[in-house]
């Protein structure tokens, strides 16, 4: 994103200048949200989306911003023919604009929301704005997060740079709704063919513009949409002590498993023997297995687990005892 400090003849003479003097004293802000590039390649793109993005994170930065009860309400005026161009009306509802806020408390309320989204060149108040903080993590996702003092939160991205941002900013960045909807309001316009850039800004303000390219869609999708990290894998593992009959075997190998049924139970499992010296006799013909031969064995037992979903492995890792089973 970079601020523009000129701004096209046509953006700064969409709205009268005395409109902009009346605006200054009524409880309002108007912002132009205007997609750059070939007006037909957006005639059939979803304006829902788009709206709705942009009312909920407005919505959401503006309670982290002001506690007290109210939302911004926004509206859109017409659209200006043949191009996608939106002038959006903010306003701040009931309560908070009838009874706590003067009308110049509301409209600096509504333009600290924008700075501190990225959709105005940011204040001096805001550090650092939410799609900065986008643009930084690249992957949608900080390494760490340390918060240095009660007013502000510093960042680490996946190349180990720093970024402090206000306590303020830190909320919205980690605020579910603004995640979910950032992409829709500013990153998926974008991707439509032959969109070059979007541009939003106040009317009449030439130094009030700022500019989302192209080349940030990847991170704002990425702080939307992250990507889903594979479980991780859980290994427990338990050893005892048991005494097994031998059910079947592997018909002379002895790199698979066996079956056996647990010792005074009818109970059974399948396990791998690994005690080298009982496999050599096994092989050598010393040892056969009939169905009533007991074994006392150590059992290791390994449950591995991904995510909600695993399996289980026996291994007889040593053979204590063979008893062959007596004739009658």
């Given at each position: 994103m970079s601020n523009n400090n000129e701004g096209s003849e046509a953006e700064r003479s969409m709205h009268d200048p005395a409109q902009s003097a009346d605006d200054a004293l009524s409880p309002q802000v108007n912002l132009v949200y205007k997609l750059e590039g070939e007006p037909n390649a957006v005639n059939v793109f979803d304006l829902s989306q788009v709206l709705n993005g942009l009312g909920v994170i407005v919505r959401e930065a503006s309670r982290i911003i002001n506690l007290e009860p109210g939302d911004i309400v926004l509206s859109v005026m017409p659209f200006k023919e043949g191009s996608f161009w939106m002038d959006l009306i903010a306003t701040v509802g009931p309560p908070?604009?009838?009874?706590?806020?003067?009308?110049?408390?509301?409209?600096?309320?509504i333009r600290l929301v924008y700075q501190s989204l990225g959709l105005i060149p940011k204040g001096v108040k805001v550090l650092n704005t939410v799609l900065d903080v986008v643009r930084f993590l690249?992957?949608?996702?900080?390494?760490?997060?340390e918060q240095i003092d009660p007013e502000k939160v510093r960042y680490e991205n996946n190349d180990g740079e720093l970024m402090v941002v206000n306590i303020?900013?830190?909320?919205?960045?980690?605020?579910?709704?603004?995640?979910?909807?950032?992409?829709?309001?500013?990153?998926?316009?974008?991707e439509r063919p032959g969109i070059t850039g979007l541009k939003t800004f106040i009317p009449n303000e030439p130094n009030c513009i700022t500019e989302t390219s192209k080349d940030d869609v990847a991170a704002i999708r990425a702080f939307s949409q992250p990507k889903i990290s594979p479980p991780a894998e859980e290994v427990i593992e338990n050893t005892t002590t048991a005494f097994l009959h031998p059910k079947s075997g592997t018909y002379g190998e002895t790199t698979g498993e066996w079956t056996f049924r647990i010792a005074g139970?009818?109970?059974?499992?399948?396990a791998k023997i690994t005690d080298q010296e009982f496999l050599a006799k096994y092989e050598n013909g010393l040892i056969r297995f009939c169905q009533n031969d007991l074994l006392k064995v150590q059992l290791l037992e390994r449950?591995?687990?991904?995510?909600?979903t695993g399996h289980v492995k026996n291994e007889i890792t040593k053979i204590y005892e063979y008893r062959k089973a007596e004739l009658s």
């Amino acid at each position: 994103m970079s601020n523009n400090n000129e701004g096209s003849e046509a953006e700064r003479s969409m709205h009268d200048p005395a409109q902009s003097a009346d605006d200054a004293l009524s409880p309002q802000v108007n912002l132009v949200y205007k997609l750059e590039g070939e007006p037909n390649a957006v005639n059939v793109f979803d304006l829902s989306q788009v709206l709705n993005g942009l009312g909920v994170i407005v919505r959401e930065a503006s309670r982290i911003i002001n506690l007290e009860p109210g939302d911004i309400v926004l509206s859109v005026m017409p659209f200006k023919e043949g191009s996608f161009w939106m002038d959006l009306i903010a306003t701040v509802g009931p309560p908070v604009g009838l009874v706590f806020m003067t009308n110049p408390d509301i409209i600096q309320h509504i333009r600290l929301v924008y700075q501190s989204l990225g959709l105005i060149p940011k204040g001096v108040k805001v550090l650092n704005t939410v799609l900065d903080v986008v643009r930084f993590l690249k992957e949608g996702k900080p390494t760490r997060i340390e918060q240095i003092d009660p007013e502000k939160v510093r960042y680490e991205n996946n190349d180990g740079e720093l970024m402090v941002v206000n306590i303020n900013i830190h909320k919205m960045v980690v605020n579910g709704n603004i995640q979910n909807n950032l992409y829709n309001a500013v990153g998926r316009p974008l991707e439509r063919p032959g969109i070059t850039g979007l541009k939003t800004f106040i009317p009449n303000e030439p130094n009030c513009i700022t500019e989302t390219s192209k080349d940030d869609v990847a991170a704002i999708r990425a702080f939307s949409q992250p990507k889903i990290s594979p479980p991780a894998e859980e290994v427990i593992e338990n050893t005892t002590t048991a005494f097994l009959h031998p059910k079947s075997g592997t018909y002379g190998e002895t790199t698979g498993e066996w079956t056996f049924r647990i010792a005074g139970t009818k109970r059974t499992l399948k396990a791998k023997i690994t005690d080298q010296e009982f496999l050599a006799k096994y092989e050598n013909g010393l040892i056969r297995f009939c169905q009533n031969d007991l074994l006392k064995v150590q059992l290791l037992e390994r449950q591995t687990i991904h995510g909600t979903t695993g399996h289980v492995k026996n291994e007889i890792t040593k053979i204590y005892e063979y008893r062959k089973a007596e004739l009658s």
